[in-house]
């Protein structure tokens, strides 16, 4: 199969329908595997999931320099979207700090162009709104790097109702990167009618609840040192037995339908909208495959009710952040 393409806001940006998070390649998820990963990321583009997420700050810069390597000779085969935003000094992020300054903006875009050996970056998202810095500025600065030409679209991560708005009346916003899922449904309330009321898509990352809707993680005190999701409070004690009793309906599902249950929490995300293009991480062709035949599942409207509910908000436990990065979220 080929994947159909969607637009992600209304300036003409167009991606495949689902997307390839490329964090875990480098980061996070345990040991990379750099032959696995490229392989993956060939294999990608050749079942057209074309529009790969990146950030300098993933490694930092590796995961960017991973995804030159790899796209060589294939450039303009893919999509590439990526972030600025996070303070790192002597090649190592410095903890949260942010710096989003617009003398900064420009050489941050340029060490991402170099890395992904190319001459544009599709989407430049901002990765977490900077509270130091008036977001008329970084707007502003991004606007003009779309006019050189070293940026096509702009994007902001994780960004609340204001900033937003603030951001979308200096340069149009194209997509909003933030976590959404059967798992986390934070933006319904106010996100999403903004998004819907500019024309801005969305891009949902951890769409699969960092793997617990795949039916196959564990809890936080069996996954190996390495892997951050031991520090993820709904997979910890408690919060991990109830989370589990409520995936169940999606597990149910899955096997009712012949399908796999992560492939049922990627249609959810494709029923809710023309306008979301969910980025599953995977650093393993074999995941990769299972997340792109997602897109030829069918949920009826009353399977999509039977998910709504089951997983409600009130009925999943625990933050899906540590309290540290909880400060990061502009909300």
């Known amino acids: 199969m080929t994947l159909h393409t969607r637009k992600l806001g209304s300036q003409g940006l167009e991606v495949s329908a689902i997307g390839l998070g490329c964090m875990g390649m480098s980061q996070s998820y345990g040991p990379a595997d750099e032959g696995e990963a490229i392989a993956t990321l060939h294999r990608a583009i050749e079942l057209g999931c074309t529009f790969l997420d990146t950030a300098e700050v993933y490694g930092p810069y590796a995961n960017e ?19 600025f935003g996070n303070r790192i000094e002597n090649g190592k992020r410095v903890g949260t700090e942010r710096d989003s300054r617009p003398e900064h903006i420009p050489l941050a875009v340029e060490g991402s162009l170099r890395r992904l050996g190319t001459d544009r970056i599709d989407l430049l998202y901002q990765h977490r709104v900077d509270p130091a810095v008036p977001m008329a500025e970084v707007a502003g600065a991004v606007g003009e790097l779309v006019r050189q030409g070293k940026v096509r679209f702009f994007g902001l991560s994780e960004a609340g109702v204001a900033n937003i708005r603030r951001a979308h009346a200096v340069h149009p916003v194209s997509a909003l990167q933030s976590e959404y899922s059967l798992w986390e449904r934070n933006l319904e309330p106010e996100i999403l009618p903004v998004l819907r009321e500019l024309g801005i898509g969305l891009v949902p990352f951890a769409p699969l609840g960092r793997g617990f809707l795949t039916g196959e993680t564990r809890r936080a005190e069996d996954l190996p040192d390495g892997d951050f999701r031991k520090r993820d409070p709904r997979f910890q004690g408690e919060n991990f037995a109830a989370n589990l009793r409520t995936a169940q309906t999606v597990r149910d599902m899955a096997a009712d339908l012949g399908v796999k249950p992560g492939q049922v929490a990627l249609a959810w995300l494709l029923h809710k909208a023309a306008d979301i293009v969910p980025i599953p991480g995977t650093k393993r062709r074999k995941y990769l495959e299972e997340n792109v035949a997602a897109a030829e599942v069918r949920l009826d409207p009353a399977r999509m009710q039977v998910l709504d509910a089951a997983l409600a908000p009130d009925r999943i436990k625990g933050e899906r952040y540590s309290s540290a990065q909880m400060a990061t979220v502009d909300r």
Do not use: C, F
């Not at 320099?65 to 972030?83: E, F, P, S």
């Open 65 to 83: 320099a991973l995804l030159g390597r790899a796209l060589k000779g294939r450039r303009d085969q893919v999509v590439i979207a990526t972030k």
